[in-house]
């Protein structure tokens, strides 16, 4: 695992191919901070503006790949000529064509039964709040302190998800537990899937800040260039940096280098 500085030498010492380069970002933790509530998040204006630049260059792709659905990251981003990919990738939208994976349209119907029974029991747990986002749900936490209060809800959540053990899995992320369906896809195949619709010459980079990112950066593995958002102990992916203040500095770096 590598950090900050050899990132940066090798942006600017040519280690990305000068052309065609696709950036896949996650949203929270890593372009906006994250928020007590997820509704407040907001894309700060120096990213954007960085963004928009990157969205120029016809040799670059942006990919905004978040947990959120893709509706709601679409809109909190609103840059047009991005691509946007919601669900973790299970649903990706680019120029102007909506792609859903097809598995889990077929276990959406599972995701609502499961929301509707959870929403009956979750108002005993102050601070908490469910995000039902069609194909998956997030349940959050980020405003409940107690740890036992956290234990006592994960109980509840698996208790309620052991009849859908064939169909959906629990994933533990920053202050949530998303409850996906079993698939096997993550952030990591929705931008191989983007290399396949942009051609051959394209290479990738990933950016994200999450434990669920470590997904995608072991589905990468050598075939795109990953970077995690810090702290961690642990990464599959290449390179640790240690907050979003220099997931600035790297698109102003990619910024300076294709503007050149
Ligand atoms: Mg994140």
């Known amino acids: 695992m590598q ?3 050899e990132l940066k030498t090798r942006a600017q010492n040519g280690g990305f191919p000068h052309k065609n380069l696709l950036i896949g970002c996650d949203f929270d933790g890593t372009l906006a901070p994250f928020t007590l509530k997820p509704h407040q998040a907001k894309l700060p204006t120096e990213i954007r503006k960085l963004l928009e630049r990157l969205a120029r260059k016809k040799e670059i792709q942006v990919a905004v790949i978040s947990g ?3 509706k709601d990251v679409e809109k909190k981003v609103g840059i047009k000529r991005l691509i946007y990919c919601g669900n ?3 649903e990706i939208k680019i120029r102007d064509q ?3 994976h097809s598995e889990a349209t077929d276990l959406a119907e599972h995701i609502q039964t499961l929301s509707q029974k959870i929403r009956r029991w979750l108002p005993q747990f102050s601070g908490t709040e469910l995000e039902n986002k069609h194909l998956s749900l997030s349940l959050h936490y980020r405003r409940v302190r107690k740890k036992s209060a956290i234990k006592k809800l994960e109980s509840f959540l698996k208790k309620e998800m052991s009849p859908y053990g064939d169909h959906l899995r629990v994933v533990h992320g920053k ?3 998303d409850v996906r369906p079993k698939i096997a896809w993550d952030k990591g195949d929705a931008i191989l899937h983007l290399i396949k ?4 010459s394209w290479k990738a980079c990933f950016i994200g800040d ?4 470590e997904e995608a950066f072991h589905t990468l593995n050598q075939k795109a260039l990953s970077i995690r958002v810090g702290p961690a102990k642990n990464t599959h992916a290449q390179f ?3 907050n979003r203040g220099y997931v600035e500095r790297f698109l102003k770096l990619l910024v300076q280098r294709y503007e050149k």
């Not at 999450?210 to 990112?213: A, F, I, L, P, S």
């Open 240 to 242: 640790l940096i240690h």
């Open 197 to 200: 619709q942009l051609g051959p």
């Open 210 to 213: 999450d434990v669920t990112d």
């Open 68 to 70: 959120r659905a893709l």
């Open 3 to 5: 950090s900050w500085n």
């Open 175 to 177: 202050k949530l537990f």
């Open 98 to 100: 909506v792609w859903i």
């Open 88 to 90: 973790h990738g299970l």
